[in-house]
């Protein structure tokens, strides 16, 4: 995985250029994968792309709903399918949202989630090394392990700062 953002980005930044390079990274990776990001996986990805904290399924059906006719469920949910595969977004599990990523990695790529306690912004870092020993580990068990996923709960650098 390569880190091409900051982890969590500052709170000024210019969002609106984060959000125009997340889009531009969605669709270089479905054209090298001949898929097809449709409008509603796009109008699906920019909801998730408004802030850096995950939002709920529901939360991105209320998001849509303020541009266009309220969608299925079902329909945001297969866009979700959709964008996870690809790795354009990913899956919180404690908190049973979606978090749009914009880093150059692929669906299988190990990631921990760093979550701040008091933004709700979260953050990834590289775990690969973290996953092959948690692998490991659960393997000398006769475990075969199929996912991992670390969440790390903490506080930002930008929120011990203030």
Request: aromatic share 4%; net charge neutral.
């Given at each position: 995985?390569?880190?091409?953002?900051?982890?969590?980005?500052?709170?000024g930044?210019?969002?609106?250029?984060c959000?125009?390079?997340?889009?531009?990274?969605a669709?270089?990776?479905?054209?090298?994968?001949a898929?097809?990001?449709?409008?509603?996986?796009?109008?699906?990805?920019?909801?998730?792309?408004l802030?850096?904290?995950?939002?709920?399924?529901?939360e991105?059906?209320?998001?849509?709903?303020?541009?266009?006719p309220?969608?299925?469920?079902?329909t945001?949910?297969?866009?979700?399918?959709?964008?996870?595969?690809?790795?354009?977004?990913?899956?919180?599990?404690?908190?049973?949202?979606?978090l749009?990523?914009?880093?150059?990695?692929?669906?299988?790529?190990?990631v921990?989630?760093?979550?701040?306690?008091?933004?709700?912004?979260?953050?990834?870092?590289?775990?690969?090394?973290?996953?092959?020993?948690l692998?490991?580990?659960?393997?000398?068990?006769?475990?075969?392990?199929?996912?991992?996923?670390?969440?790390i709960?903490?506080?930002c650098?930008?929120?011990?700062?203030?």
């Amino acid at each position: 995985m390569r880190l091409t953002k900051p982890t969590f980005p500052a709170p000024g930044h210019d969002h609106g250029r984060c959000t125009a390079d997340a889009i531009e990274h969605a669709e270089k990776v479905c054209k090298v994968r001949a898929q097809k990001l449709t409008p509603i996986r796009r109008q699906v990805l920019e909801a998730l792309l408004l802030s850096h904290r995950p939002l709920g399924a529901y939360e991105v059906i209320d998001e849509l709903a303020k541009s266009m006719p309220l969608p299925a469920p079902i329909t945001v949910y297969r866009a979700l399918d959709f964008l996870i595969a690809n790795g354009l977004v990913h899956r919180i599990e404690s908190r049973n949202a979606f978090l749009a990523c914009g880093h150059d990695h692929d669906a299988a790529a190990m990631v921990a989630f760093l979550i701040c306690e008091f933004c709700g912004s979260v953050g990834e870092i590289p775990a690969a090394v973290v996953a092959q020993s948690l692998n490991a580990a659960a393997r000398t068990t006769g475990f075969a392990p199929k996912m991992s996923v670390v969440e790390i709960t903490g506080i930002c650098a930008h929120c011990q700062q203030n």
